[in-house]
């Protein structure tokens, strides 16, 4: 590696580029895209699908952060799910896969920097409870803690839910959430994912437990 391309490199930091900012970079040379598979075969540059790259570590002297990724590598989307609630100190399990919520088509992404799922939700749905994240190695979007459950609520497969007492006792015994955090909950979040979303019974008990504890 050559110092020109430390010096290239290294303003991009950790935020996932395309081949179009690339190409820019090194447009001085003959052929940009040979170089940036040069950089690729090198290991300078990791490529996160066609057309997405995000530059190494030891050039960008800062750690991938798999959630800005995950924003950039499929959009429009916001960190959600077992993910989520795992950043937000709600659920005990580590979770190695990132998920994440999309108005989009549902997707599945495996590769060098893990696996990403992607799970549609409908169009005003999705604009609901939707945060900032993240610091000095990259800010992305993710759910609120109500908005991410209300997310696995709607999107688990066989789940029914008919009453605020077996819905107490999903959340504490099978999720083990710490009914505290859940008791502080919004309730506005959750009668806006109500009004827009699916599974409307299951949403409700929780609402219910919201505001009843």
Request: proline share 5%.
């Amino acid at each position: 590696m050559n110092d020109n391309d430390w010096e290239r490199l290294e303003p991009l930091g950790n935020t996932p580029v395309d081949a179009a900012l690339l190409k820019a970079v090194f447009a001085g040379f003959a052929s940009p895209s040979n170089k940036i598979e040069e950089l690729c075969r090198k290991g300078l540059l990791i490529r996160v699908k066609r057309g997405l790259y995000v530059v190494a570590p030891r050039i960008s002297r800062k750690t991938i952060n798999r959630m800005l990724v995950a924003n950039h590598l499929y959009g429009p989307s916001y960190i959600s799910l077992e993910t989520a609630l795992e950043i937000h100190g709600m659920i005990p399990e580590a979770v190695y896969e990132v998920r994440s919520a999309t108005p989009g088509r549902a997707k599945e992404y495996n590769g060098g920097l893990g696996r990403y799922l992607y799970f549609r939700v409908p169009q005003e749905y999705f604009k609901i409870g939707i945060q900032i994240a993240g610091g000095e190695m990259g800010r992305f979007l993710i759910a609120s803690p109500e908005k991410a459950l209300c997310d696995l609520l709607m999107l688990s497969n066989n789940l029914r839910i008919q009453s605020s007492r077996a819905m107490r006792e999903y959340l504490r015994d099978f999720l083990r959430l710490d009914m505290g955090i859940v008791a502080g909950f919004d309730p506005d979040t959750v009668r806006a994912c109500i009004e827009t979303g699916r599974k409307k019974t299951t949403l409700a008990q929780l609402l219910e437990v919201v505001q009843n504890g």
